[in-house]
């Protein structure tokens, strides 16, 4: 499915009642679709058990590309209780999983989206690659990548997994307006929430929430073997990068390896939270040959949870506006100032240089 060449088709839910939940595009149960070079727009509701959508694939679909689509003004109108989403993948059967699956090119903004996400891959998802897409303006979660929700019928299957999501472009993810926020700033561009064996490299996040966070909101699951490199992550609202569990009730952030990235002032509304956040419950992950650049109030590393074990920090290249001796740093709930105080402390950085 696809415009004419050099025209763009436009499906428009401006005509559809307010109280449905209309979808684009619907792919359910197939395989080997195309949907390029559309204009999907103006589907909406005011009713918080609607939820409109772009483009909807379901089911076990899988050889599926959704390319070079405008996705925008989709949105919820039903206030905390609302959702809405651009572009929404769930794995919902199993074993049989979407797979075989290309987002490529689309450019999704300006959406109202309640508790959902602009674009999201959630449930039994495997075998993906979100590449060059834009995703802007949006008052929730920019990319999501979601496990252990129920989804998929078998909780064994119940993860998106072994994907790519690289060369993209997000920023103004805000859920400040959001009513389902009332008021707090919380939305990641790029949230990896229970997946595993994901590739995160060579995107910019930037002007939004949370640049990339690797978390499960699930307690007792794990986000795990995710791989963040050679990314650009700046001007982030709360941090450049958070992981683990945002609060004791949460789930884990194992295996996982954030490599090559260049992180630059983020923390911009200056609450303490620095380039690196790292929450509860933190296993097993290495965080090597990073570029971290605090803003001015020279916060680089915060980790304000005790449950954190064998954690590699080390090869980082690390600059702070206050110096060497004014920086600040925060491990295992105790706060270190001074590159060298905290390389004592902790025995991180061991081979870190700090210009």
Request: hydrophobic share 35%.
């Amino acid at each position: 499915f696809q415009s004419y060449t050099g025209e763009t088709a436009i499906l428009d839910g401006s005509g559809f009642a307010s109280t449905s939940g209309d979808i684009g595009f619907l792919i359910q149960d197939q395989s080997y679709i195309i949907l390029n070079g559309f204009e999907i727009r103006n589907y909406s509701t005011n009713q918080a058990d609607a939820t409109p959508m772009g483009i909807f694939v379901t089911g076990a679909s899988h050889h599926i590309q959704i390319l070079n689509n405008d996705i925008h003004h989709i949105e919820t109108l039903a206030g905390a209780n609302g959702n809405a989403h651009g572009l929404a993948v769930y794995g919902s059967a199993a074993p049989a999983s979407i797979h075989d699956l290309l987002i490529q090119g689309n450019n999704l903004h300006d959406l109202k989206l309640g508790n959902s996400e602009a674009m999201v891959l959630n449930g039994n998802v495997e075998i993906f690659t979100v590449t060059n897409n834009t995703v802007s303006y949006s008052d929730n979660i920019g990319m999501d990548f979601i496990g252990f929700e129920g989804v998929s019928p078998n909780s064994a299957y119940d993860q998106a997994r072994d994907g790519v999501v690289s060369d993209n472009v997000i920023y103004a993810i805000d859920t400040i307006t959001n009513p389902a926020y009332g008021g707090s700033q919380s939305a990641a561009a790029i949230y990896v929430d229970g997946g595993t064996r994901i590739v995160i490299e060579r995107n910019q996040v930037f002007m939004s929430n949370i640049g990339i966070e690797i978390a499960s909101e699930h307690q007792g699951r794990a986000t795990s073997e995710i791989t963040v490199r050679n990314n650009l992550i700046y001007y982030n609202h709360i941090a450049g990068l958070a992981m683990g569990g945002y609060d004791t009730q949460r789930g884990s952030t194992e295996n996982s390896t954030i490599v090559n990235n260049t992180f630059f002032g983020n923390d911009s509304n200056q609450d303490g939270n620095g380039e690196l956040w790292i929450q509860f419950d933190t296993r097993n992950n290495i965080i090597q040959n990073n570029i971290f650049f605090a803003n001015s109030q020279s916060w680089l590393i915060t980790n304000p949870y005790t449950q954190n074990q064998n954690n590699v920090v080390d090869y980082n290249l690390y600059f702070a506006p206050a110096g060497i001796d004014g920086s600040e740093w925060q491990w295992k709930n105790t706060f270190h100032q001074g590159f060298a105080a905290y390389q004592s402390a902790t025995g991180n950085d061991a081979h870190s240089i700090f210009i």
